[in-house]
């Protein structure tokens, strides 16, 4: 099963690896970009926030927030994800709570996929070097752009750990 566009996205409420806490019902009246990703010290995971944070003000201009959601305690992102300072918020599930309740999976075809290799050769030579793995090796990473309204415009559910929403079809949802 997976969520679908249309429908209202799942309430909730996580912890920012700054202490404060996130309540998706608070974001209301203003577009928003929900990353899950894998965990904190995910070379990977690591090289799509510094994507983020390069388009981030372009992103913000044109009126969408961002928040990432890591399966890692607040100490492992704060200690490697954190080290890049993105300006929007990094959310804390260690639990894997928030990623039930989007129904993100696991999938060892999508651990073990040679599409993984250029991403991960890119990140590696960006600097981001694996650290130690947290929660599911095999979880595969989701997107979800949800309206002022708090309704799921797009669902795009990763086919392998390095897959991510296209960049393209946030700016459509921008638009």
């Known amino acids: 099963m997976s969520l679908s566009t249309g429908i209202q ?5 996580a912890d920012i690896w700054n202490g404060e806490k996130f309540r998706l019902s608070e974001q209301r009246g203003s577009k928003l970009w929900l990353a899950f990703f894998r965990y ?3 070379p990977l995971c690591n090289l799509r926030v510094h994507d983020i944070i390069t388009r981030y003000d372009d992103l913000t201009a044109k009126g969408i927030k961002v928040a990432a959601v890591f399966q890692s305690p607040m100490d492992s992102i704060a200690k490697y994800v954190g080290q890049q300072q993105p300006p929007f918020p990094l959310l ?3 639990d894997e709570k928030l990623y039930g309740l989007y129904e993100l999976e696991t999938s060892l075809a999508g651990f ?5 290799v250029g991403r ?3 990140a590696m030579a960006q600097g981001f070097k694996p650290g130690k793995p947290e929660g ?3 979880r595969v990473p989701g997107d979800f752009l949800i309206d002022e309204k708090g309704i799921i415009q797009d669902a795009y559910y990763g086919e ?3 897959d991510h929403i ?3 079809r946030v700016d459509a949802f921008l638009k």
């Open 120 to 122: 991960l050769k890119e």
């Open 92 to 94: 804390s599930d260690p």
């Open 166 to 168: 296209p960049f393209e």
């Open 40 to 42: 904190a010290a995910c």
């Open 136 to 138: 599911a090796k095999t």
């Open 9 to 13: 996205a799942p309430e909730f409420e």
């Open 112 to 116: 073990m996929s040679l599409k993984n």
């Open 160 to 162: 392998v750990i390095a």
